[in-house]
Nanobody
């Protein structure tokens, strides 16, 4: 139901754009978000967007570098990542919230994609 793509290997300072294709049935009235998990670490919140796209929330460590957006017409969410740093290296997961808003709490999310790997070299 969720398919994340766009990960890859990039040098520090570079950019990547992640995409998450969701079925309309699971995402049309729901907030969505991105999380990431680095090796040996807990899965952490990256960014979220409300069902309308009007409200976005970012983790402090990506604020100003990442931009989350969604296209309701084709049920796709995006994460534009600029000025990438080695500490951004992780598997990135997209998720659909149980609610119209999303937010930082993992327990708010009902559906998860399989993840896409982002590796940032120094």
């Amino acid at each position: 139901q969720l398919q994340a793509s766009g990960g890859g290997l990039v040098q520090a300072g570079g950019s990547l754009r992640l995409s998450c294709a969701a079925s309309r049935r699971t995402s049309s009235n729901n907030g969505m978000g991105w999380f990431r998990q680095a090796p040996g670490k807990e899965r952490e919140f990256v960014a979220s967007v409300s069902w309308s796209g009007g409200t976005t929330i970012y983790a402090d460590n990506v604020q100003g570098r990442f931009t989350i957006s969604r296209d309701k017409a084709d049920s796709t969410m995006y994460l534009q990542m600029n000025n990438l740093k080695p500490e951004d290296t992780a598997v990135y997961y997209c998720a659909v919230s149980r609610f119209s808003d999303a937010g930082r709490d993992k327990t708010n999310y009902a559906y998860w994609g399989q993840g896409t790997l982002v590796t940032v070299s120094s």
